[in-house]
Each structure stands twice: as C-alpha cells, then as structure tokens.
T-cell receptor, first 116, second 112 residues
Framework: GAGVSQTPSNKVTEKGKYVELRCDPI?????LYWYRQSLGQGPEFLIY????????DSGLPNDRFFAVRPEGSVSTLKIQRTERGDSAVYLC??????????????FGEGSRLTVL | AQSVTQLDSHVSVSEGTPVLLRCNYS??????LFWYVQHPNKGLQLLLK??????LVKGINGFEAEFKKSETSFHLTKPSAHMSDAAEYFC??????????FGQGTELSVKP
C-alpha cells in the first residue's frame, strides 16, 4: 500500500495476556519508529529501527515490551503480561532515512490496545 | 535534553479568524522543529518543518510558523481558520539521535 499500515486497528485483551502489534512501513523506508499515545497526551517514543537493528530502544518502559524487525521491513511490537496501564494507541512511523532533523516521519493510523 | 512545551491545551476560534498555537522549545543545540496535525481517527500528518534554513516556514493548508531563537519559540499561525482545521496539533523537536519528541498537544476547535 501507499502508506504505513498497522494491524490490528483495535485490540482488546485481558490483563496478563500476550499481545503482538504489527507495522508494515512504506516500501523502501529504512527507518521505523514505534510510539505510544495515551489519552490526552502527545506520542511518546518507544523504539527506533534502522534496517534490522534497534538503533535506540531507550523508550521501552520495561522488559515486558520488545520489538523486532527481522528483515528490515515489517516490525512487530510484542507486549508480555499486559497490564491495564498498557492501554493506549500504539503508533508506527517510517522514514526514508534516519531523521537527523531533516526527514519526515510518515505515521500509520495506530493500533488501539485496551487491557481489561 | 530537548523538549517542547505547548502553552495551550485547547484553543477555540471562529471560522475566518486567525489561529495562533503557541510552542516553546528547549534544546542544547540548533534544533529541528516540526508541527504535526492529527485529525480524529486519522494518522499524524506533517504540517511543516524548520531545519535551520528560513526562519519563517510555510506549510500545508495555509499554515506557517516562525522560528524565534531569542524567544525559543516556534508558534503556528494561520490567517483565517476553516472548519476543517479542527484537530489536535503537536509541536515536535528532533533530538540529535533523530527521534522526534512531541509536545502534549493543542486541541483546536473552530466555531461556525
């Protein structure tokens, strides 16, 4: 497709369950970002990939969160033992190059996660 | 560390009147600054960006922003609001590693 695609668009799960959120970036974009947006807040950085490697994972809140991008394209954000506080919209963005202050990030519409 | 502060959580204007959304930034170096817009149930869209070229930056849909180093500000303006401008607006700074740091957002309402 032409834009960043995220699936599922909505996910409802129970506390303690495992969740995977998928991001399919724009074809040819080497940089991929995950952000989390809670209600009434701005997006909060989680992790950034350049190619297959995580260049910066400083925003991951704890070791229950993990993300992969094995072939340098699609990425999966994995959340173990979900907690109610994990409820948020998870946003994925891609860019042609490492932003470095001059690039533009293209965002998907997000995956809304609700933990009951 | 880089950060942005959006001075208003909500701004309400009448259609056809000017829009001003205020943003102050903090950065230890010459920053790159952006404004993104988020319409309900839509993805974030880049409005405009400042990358140390012209201090007055023009974006899409008639928006513009002026970088003022002396005031550490990057306010977003539009001469005449349209109903379709109603959305959430985010001021954003890029850190040296390339990741974007978002402000808390300003919700713009446009009254007919």
């Amino acid at each position: 497709g032409a834009g960043v695609s995220q699936t599922p668009s909505n996910k409802v799960t129970e506390k303690g369950k495992y969740v995977e959120l998928r991001c399919d970036p724009i074809s040819g974009h080497t940089a991929l970002y995950w952000y989390r947006q809670s209600l009434g807040q701005g997006p909060e950085f989680l992790i950034y990939f350049q190619g297959t490697g995580a260049a910066d994972d400083s925003g991951l809140p704890n070791d229950r969160f993990f993300a992969v991008r094995p072939e340098g394209s699609v990425s999966t954000l994995k959340i173990q033992r979900t907690e109610r506080g994990d409820s948020a919209v998870y946003l994925c963005a891609s860019s042609q190059t490492r932003t470095g202050g001059i690039g533009e990030l293209f965002f998907g519409e997000g995956s809304r996660l609700t933990v009951l | 560390a880089q950060s942005v502060t959006q001075l208003d959580s909500h701004v309400s204007v009448s259609e056809g009147t000017p829009v001003l959304l205020r943003c102050n930034y903090s950065s230890s170096y010459s920053p790159s600054l952006f404004w993104y817009v988020q319409h309900p149930n839509k993805g974030l869209q880049l409005l405009l960006k400042y990358t140390s070229a012209a201090t007055l930056v023009k974006g899409i849909n008639g928006f513009e922003a002026e970088f003022k180093k002396s005031e550490t500000s990057f306010h977003l303006t539009k001469p005449s609001a349209h109903m379709s401008d109603a959305a959430e607006y985010f001021c954003v700074v890029s850190d040296q590693g390339g990741k974007l740091i978002f402000g808390q957002g300003t919700e713009l309402s446009v009254k007919p």
